[in-house]
Nanobody, 115 residues
Framework: QEKVVESGGGLVQPGGSLTLACTAS????????MGWYRQAPGKEREMVAT???????MYAESAKGRFTISRDNAKNMLYLQLDSLKPEDTAIYYC?????????WGMGTQVTVSS
């Protein structure tokens, strides 16, 4: 019954910004390791950023200095702030929750970076 739903994607020019949101249902985001992943057509899904239940954050090399993962415990939501976007950031971005019994994925939100 647990669910995550991504939102906030769209079309943005190079150098622009977007804020992605992950809305969680029927579980508490602060209790689990969560993350953002992305997948471009014909490419494997790759990790962008993760945050543990204890607050430890890890970024992919391509994301460091440009992306920020955070959570709002009061709202039970996860966010990914995308800054200084590049065309190579174009992908579907997925929210992931590593629950006890399963790894939970949303349907993704499309980010397109183009002039």
């Amino acid at each position: 019954q647990e669910k995550v739903v991504e939102s906030g994607g769209g079309l943005v020019q190079p150098g622009g910004s977007l804020t992605l949101a992950c809305t969680a249902s029927r579980f508490t985001v602060s209790n689990y390791r969560m993350g953002w992943y992305r997948q471009a057509p014909g490419k494997e899904r790759e990790m962008v950023a993760t945050i543990s239940a204890g607050g430890t954050i890890m970024y992919a090399e391509s994301a460091k200095g440009r992306f920020t993962i955070s959570r709002d415990n009061a709202k039970n939501m996860l966010y990914l702030q995308l800054d200084s976007l590049k065309p190579e950031d174009t992908a579907i971005y997925y929210c992931n929750a590593w629950l006890i019994t399963l790894s939970l994925w949303g349907m993704g939100t499309q980010v397109t970076v183009s002039s």
